[in-house]
């Protein structure tokens, strides 16, 4: 057997957590169900956009393949068959509100058909108190027929990257680990230790590592919800909401986030309702986080209105009216989708009969309503919507005025462009 590991997940984070590993000499066996996909890889194509010291993650994907240092898999066997440390990265997706477990469930089950005596289970995946304990070990023990913790061993390390940033955090954000014994921790402790640098933070259990992970991510949606009360409470009062947040941070013990058109991606939506998930079944309200999840759910619908006020009052409707919508990435520089609050916008655009075109250089695919270029998304554009920064996206008062049409309304939640600049083209510019 190689001194390998397995990574299975081969997402926004298990992809670059595996070449991180081949980029220290580790050889990384990366299981992914979807076979499309592992071609691709194969292929050194990936759909994940990160770099690392000047190479993009294709780069580093070719050559760790080239080296035999990344396997890309769909075959649980010849993973486990090589690897004694395997770590998870499959997480459970949300669908119309209800937890998918058996994405996540279904993972650990193949892993624990082909589970050896000596191996390690870290779990890296985001999932709701008591997984680790109540979840995993009870299947990797019924299919392996092995005995945790004497057999074999099981830990939880939450991941903490931001995407884009990944091959960087993985080394430099300090991580924390907690296992169902002494042994468990000390083996997950050795294989963190391999990428990154920081003292590992030693938890006495896995659930105030898993509560601590979700409870991370959530503490950011009440912050941002908070700011983007604040905004619409600004917005009223005629009041620049950037500037009062400035301003208020430079109390020390003061840190708003900033506002914007909601919050996308899994990470920050998903972790409070993996926390209703444990809340609602002890029959614990909760309803701070509640609210944050509302306030920030509501933000794309909320922004539209305003916009479709302003349309009003030019006498355009939505129905009649063209929409550009620049960037419909989750965040800025993100190539990833999900839950993406411009998404949203682009739906209830599409419901209240408005017509959009789009376009986002950092999501591939053919989508229906996606431009080529710049120009073709603002062409005719009765209002312009850059809802996040995408730094490839070359978009200026000018170009936006030798395309959309005259006197269109930009909305620049992310403050790309100089008002000044825009009115003195003719245009309307609002901002958050
Ligand atoms: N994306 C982030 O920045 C980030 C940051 C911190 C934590 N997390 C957490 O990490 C986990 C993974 O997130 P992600 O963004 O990489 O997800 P992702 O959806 O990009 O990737 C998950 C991958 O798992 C694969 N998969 C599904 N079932 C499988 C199975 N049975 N065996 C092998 N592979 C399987 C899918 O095909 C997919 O490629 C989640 O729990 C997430 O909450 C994500």
């Known amino acids: 057997m190689e001194n390998s590991i397995a990574v299975f997940g081969l997402g926004f984070v298990g992809l670059p957590l595996s070449l991180t590993y081949t980029l220290f000499g580790v050889k990384v066996y990366g299981v992914d169900i979807n076979e499309e996909y592992i071609e691709n890889l194969k292929q050194y194509k990936t759909h994940v ?7 993009t993650i294709e780069d580093i ?19 486990l068959k090589n690897a004694r440390d395997i770590i998870v990265t499959v997480g459970i997706p949300i669908e119309n509100g209800t937890l998918k477990k058996e994405v996540f469930s279904n993972a650990i089950h193949s892993i624990g058909k082909f589970l050896k005596k000596g191996d390690l289970v870290l779990i890296r995946s985001t999932v709701p108190p008591g997984t680790t304990r109540n979840v995993v070990k009870p299947i990797l023990e019924k299919e392996s027929g092995l005995i945790c913790c004497k057999d074999f061993y099981l830990a939880y390390s939450s991941e903490r990257i931001a ?5 960087e955090e993985f080394q430099t954000m300090p991580v924390a ?8 921790k000390k083996r997950a402790v050795n294989l963190l230790s391999i990428i990154n640098k920081e003292p590992i933070i030693e938890a006495s259990e896995p659930e105030v590592v898993e509560i601590s992970k979700l409870i991370e991510n959530s503490s950011r949606d009440v912050n941002i919800a908070l700011s983007n009360e604040l905004a619409s409470f600004t917005e009223r009062l005629n009041v620049d909401v950037l500037e009062v947040i400035k301003v208020a941070n430079t109390h020390k013990r ?4 900033t506002p914007g058109v909601g919050v996308g991606g899994h990470c920050i939506p998903y972790s409070s309702l993996y926390i209703f998930d444990k809340s609602d079944e002890i029959k614990l309200p909760m ?26 009052n030019l006498g355009k409707t939505v129905e009649n009216s063209v929409f550009a919508l620049i960037g419909i990435a989750m965040k800025d520089n993100s190539s990833d989708i999900s839950e993406s609050p411009a998404i949203k ?32 998304a603002l062409k005719d554009a009765d209002v312009v919507i ?41 245009m309307i510019y609002l901002t958050l």
């Open 49 to 55: 956009l990160e770099n690392y010291k000047g190479k």
């Open 61 to 79: 994907l070719k050559e760790s393949i080239e080296k035999g240092l990344f396997v890309p898999t769909t075959k649980t066997e010849t993973a």
């Open 163 to 167: 995407e884009g940033r990944a091959f």
């Open 177 to 184: 680990v907690g296992a169902l014994s002494e042994e468990s």
């Open 254 to 257: 003061v840190h708003l986030l």
């Open 287 to 312: 309803p701070l986080l509640h609210t944050a999840r509302e306030i920030n759910d509501s933000r794309p619908l909320e922004i539209l209105s305003l916009i479709e006020s302003k349309l009003n």
């Open 345 to 376: 916008m682009k739906d209830n655009i599409l419901q209240k009969g408005g017509n959009v075109q789009w376009f986002d250089p950092n999501v591939s695919g053919n989508f229906p309503l996606k431009k080529n270029n710049l120009g073709e």
């Open 386 to 426: 850059i809802p996040i920064k995408q730094d490839n996206i070359n978009i200026s008062a000018e170009v936006i005025a030798n395309n959309a049409k005259n006197g269109c309304i930009v909305f620049d939640a992310r403050r790309i462009l100089n008002r000044d600049d825009v009115e003195s083209k003719g």
